[in-house]
């Protein structure tokens, strides 16, 4: 095991029974597993679902519409799934954070910063963050599309070695999970991270996301250089056996890409959420953005339209000639002024190469 930093996402379907409350036995042993590794010294960021599980009633549920349940129960939940957890790391004698974050509130790149060092002073001293999606004031437009996505976008901003995503079942099959002929893909290399063909659509009968989700996070994770996981996290021991006997244990590992991914480019890999607006550009500055040579600004010459409404700094689509979205990045004009400059040379670039990430 070599691996300093990692970050552990355990999803709804590991931390609750077939009733939908919160499984306290499968928490524990998770815990205690997750303290083994603390205590060898590896740096451990924790991404929990369970909130709402934790807080969920029938009777409340029976008077309030979705939205309005959702953010009681998480409001509940979350003193209940936080306090159980500070019980159970403080019998190993170790202190764990609550850190409560929503979509919006990594949108600008200060933020964003703020929350890595918030984490980071945590993880100095010996902390372990809890992170979870603040359901009481999400909204459905402005949500996370579950904390698979919020995992991913943490073990960038981290620096983790490692993401391993906790499900209620072994990792991506290549057919019908149910079906005795169907096996794990144990390995899912650069380059080959098209796995629509085996991912059957749905979601996760408590959690927001489903196996598509995953598998589109963890190809986007591994491709900045993180190795990816998705592994059972109902079975015993399941933490210590990835580290410990990764070889052997049943899981769908997402090589990681050797290329290395600036902090910035991280950042940006995880903000389409966050974009304001488009950026047509034509064949040639298509040709150019995905093609292999090296990195290349975005010259006001290449763009043929610009939709939305923006300003200096934010996150913005970069469409290519076909209609298809090639990648995001940060500009350098707000929309007014790049409006004015369309199809013009000589100008700065309207997103700067460090500043730009190609999907």
């Known amino acids: 095991m070599q691996n300093k930093r990692i970050a552990i996402k355990i999803g709804s379907n590991v931390l609750t029974k077939k009733d939908g409350s919160l499984d306290y036995t499968r928490m524990s042993a998770l815990v205690d597993q997750i303290a083994e590794l603390h205590n060898r010294g590896v740096e451990i960021i924790l991404i929990s679902s369970g909130a709402v599980a934790a807080g969920r009633s029938k009777v409340l549920a029976e008077k309030l519409d979705t939205v309005s349940a959702r953010q009681l129960f998480s409001a509940i939940g979350q003193v209940r799934l936080i306090h159980r957890y500070y019980m159970l790391f403080r019998d190993h004698g170790i202190t764990c954070g609550q850190v409560l974050t929503t979509k919006e509130s990594l949108s600008t790149r200060g933020h964003y910063l703020n929350q890595r060092n918030c984490m980071s002073v945590m993880i100095e001293h010996g902390v372990i963050p809890i992170v979870n999606e603040n359901d009481t004031i999400s909204v459905t437009e402005l949500m996370f599309t579950d904390n698979d996505e919020l995992s991913g976008l943490l073990a960038a901003m981290m620096d983790a070695e490692k993401l391993i995503i906790l499900s209620n079942i072994d990792g991506i099959f290549n057919g019908n999970p149910s079906d005795p002929e169907s096996s794990v893909i144990r390995e899912v290399l650069p380059g080959k991270r098209d796995l629509s063909a085996y991912i059957q659509a749905g979601k996760s009968t408590f959690g927001r996301g489903g196996m598509q989700t995953k598998t589109n996070i963890a190809s986007k994770v ?25 070889e052997e244990t049943v899981c769908t590992r997402f090589i990681a890409s050797p290329e290395p991914v600036s902090s910035v480019k991280k950042w940006i890999a995880h903000s389409e959420g966050f974009a304001k607006g488009e950026i047509h550009i034509d064949e040639r500055a298509t040709k150019t953005l995905t093609g292999e040579e090296e990195a290349t600004s975005l010259l006001m010459v290449g763009v043929t339209d610009v939709k939305g409404k923006f300003e200096k700094d934010d996150i913005v689509k970069i469409i290519g000639n076909n209609g298809e979205q090639i990648g995001l990045g940060k500009v350098q004009y707000s929309s007014t002024e790049a409006r004015k400059l369309i199809g013009m040379k000589g100008e700065k670039p309207i997103i700067h190469c460090d500043y730009m990430y190609i999907l």
């Open 222 to 246: 591994a491709d900045e250089g993180i190795e990816v996981i998705i592994a059972n996290g109902k079975k015993d021991n399941i933490l210590i056996d990835l580290m410990d006997n990764q």
